[in-house]
């Protein structure tokens, strides 16, 4: 029998204890593997489904509804400038409700250029008082601790604050979850900075699930990872073994290692993005999971 090192038990009690929560993110394309996924995820977890433009709701409506009768929490992707108007926008809530039992939504803004109809902005969203109106009680909001390509870094604080201000208001609890990346740096500077603007929602570590190379960079050049890509170019060994194809075990340690040293961060749990194999990331953060 091998006993691991005292210094590695210790590096993957945090690891495990991160890991003890997390989500993941499909499309409702890759919900046709969800009988591997009902083998391996555990049941009552978070499965973030996003809402492709001008893909019809009923194929969210029926992806939501297929995770909940899976023993599973159908997170929806609701998505500001892809809704036309507010009847839209509440019909599609009123479905999601009652043919799926959401309670969990994950409301954006969007990435196209032109808006659908009324909406610009998350914050349009959680305005309108449907989500109460239908039952939901957490909405989860992005943030993107290394910038987003199109918003200034100060536009970005100042309408995060708001959105949370106004989830609050309408007695909405929030969850932040933020955008993958390679470094752990950034992330935890983020955190810092939220409590200290007496932001308290919890965050989330959005982590890239193992894929090729080929498949992060791509994603990650889409989504404006660019501190992580700056990483690995200057030599970062975390952000050269996550986009070589290996796991993001050390990136993970890092983040639980800090989160451990300072709780007033509020890290909990990991939100993996899938690039279209789910199953995979599920089988990595199962195995950490179990390993404390």
């Not at 969007?110 to 659908?116: I, S």
């Not at 910038?147 to 870094?153: K, N, V």
């Not at 498949?215 to 200057?234: N, P």
Request: hydrophobic share 45%.
């Amino acid at each position: 029998m091998t006993i691991a090192p005292q210094s590695e038990i210790r590096e993957k009690a945090p690891l495990a204890d991160l890991l003890s929560h997390y989500s993941i993110e499909v499309t409702s394309r890759d919900l046709s593997s969800l009988q591997s996924m009902t083998a391996t995820l555990r049941p009552g977890s978070e499965v973030f489904i996003a809402h492709l433009p001008k893909e019809d709701i009923g194929l969210l409506v029926r992806a939501a509804a297929g995770l909940r009768d899976a023993g599973f929490v159908p997170v929806p992707h609701i998505v500001a400038r892809n809704i036309r108007n507010r009847l839209e926008l509440d019909t599609m809530l009123a479905r999601l409700s009652e043919e799926a039992g959401v309670r969990h939504a994950l409301v954006l803004g969007g990435d196209r250029d032109d808006a659908a109809g009324a909406f610009g902005s998350a914050l349009d969203l959680i305005e309108t008082g449907l989500f109460q109106t239908y039952g939901v009680g957490r909405i989860a909001i992005a943030c993107y601790p290394e910038g987003h390509p199109r918003i200034a870094g100060a536009v970005l604080d100042t309408a995060l604050t708001a959105k949370v201000d106004a989830a609050a208001r309408a007695g909405l609890d929030v969850l932040l979850v933020s955008q993958f990346l390679f470094d752990p740096q950034p992330l935890l500077s983020f955190a810092r900075r939220l409590r200290e603007r007496g932001v308290a929602a919890p965050l989330r570590v959005g982590i890239a699930g193992p894929a090729s190379r080929t498949k992060l960079l791509k994603y990650a050049l889409r989504c404006g990872v660019g501190a992580s890509l700056r990483a690995l170019r200057e030599g970062s060994e975390i952000a050269r073994n996550v986009l070589s194809g290996e796991t993001p075990e050390e990136l993970l340690i890092d983040i639980a290692a800090a989160q451990a040293a300072e709780p007033d961060l509020g890290i909990g749990g990991a939100h993996f993005f899938t690039f279209g194999d789910p199953a995979q990331s599920i089988r990595w953060a199962e195995q950490q999971a179990a390993s404390d």
